[in-house]
């Protein structure tokens, strides 16, 4: 049998999600349940709540994937669960919840990297040509992970501080906007008719990391240093100066990987990927070296459990399982 049919699930922060799919490609159902409301009122995901939260509603979201697939439980091949990293209390909901039905159904159980999903989202829009090149930009990560071939992950690159949606977030805040506020920031910089320059982390002329930190404590330098002036700061324009940079930085390295490493492909994903700046700007430098580019689309771009389906299906096809012991990990390597 060569078409796996998994249910996936993925609790590692604050949406509770449950999938089933079809051969790695397929999504069958995707039900995602995010908790933001609950969190936007303190600012940011609080650990503890978003546990209690994926206790809540796990068994329910899973019978709603099973359900909305039309599949019965029996049918599944294999359970498929985010292993980490993430919030260590929030993964564990998913695992438990995880091990238990593969247990109960007899079906292995094959524990799966949060990045590995949001790279192999791709696979669920078209097909990943090797050596590619994936740049991943969410709210907890920023990484450049060049992939040799199949199930292979080399982490050239990573943020040393802030992850690029984190600094999106906090800009945001300084900007007076709700949490996760990186889509307004997003929006506004692209109707600000003005734009303060910002600086760009480089960092060493040879390296593909990131730094977002200091990009962030220039906005606010800035704000305070106009209030002090006793004048109102352009939101718009540092909007589009902190937006400049970020894209600037980003998308340079991730082309400049891509020529050194030989990528065939470039994946974008993970929920930055949604930023139209990143995204414009990437598609027309691909565009320009000839170089295919996937991106997902946003449903599958932020956390869901589509996508650890369709990273788990590679392992299922090599029958890389794991044991009931597999232990949750706020920290594990790709
Ligand atoms: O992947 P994701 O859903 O969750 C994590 O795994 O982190 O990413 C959420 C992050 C948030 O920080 C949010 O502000 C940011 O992605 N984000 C954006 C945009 N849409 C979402 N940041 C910038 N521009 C956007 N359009
Ligand atoms: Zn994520």
New binding site residues.
Partial sequence: KDGSLLLAIET??D?TSAAVVRGGREVLSNIVSSQIETHRRFGGVVPEIASRKHVESITVIIQEALTEAGVSRQAIDAVAVTQGPGLIGALLVGVVAAKALALALDVPLIGTH?IAG?IYANRLVGDIVYPALALVV????TELVLLPEEGVFKIIGRTRDD????A??KV?RALSFPY????H??KLAHQAEEEIVLPRAWLEDDSYDFSFSGLKSAVLAEINRTKMKGLEPSFGALARGFQSSVVDVVTTKAMRAAAEFGARQLLLC???A???GIRERLAALCGEAGLPMLVPPMSL???NAAMIGAAADLKWRRGQFSSLDLAASAQVSL
């Fill in positions: 590692s922060c949406e949060h949001h969410s709210g907890g990560h992850a690029v949606g984190e999106y977030d945001a996760p506020g990186g889509p920031v997003d993970g929920g930055v949604a930023n139209r771009c932020s956390d």
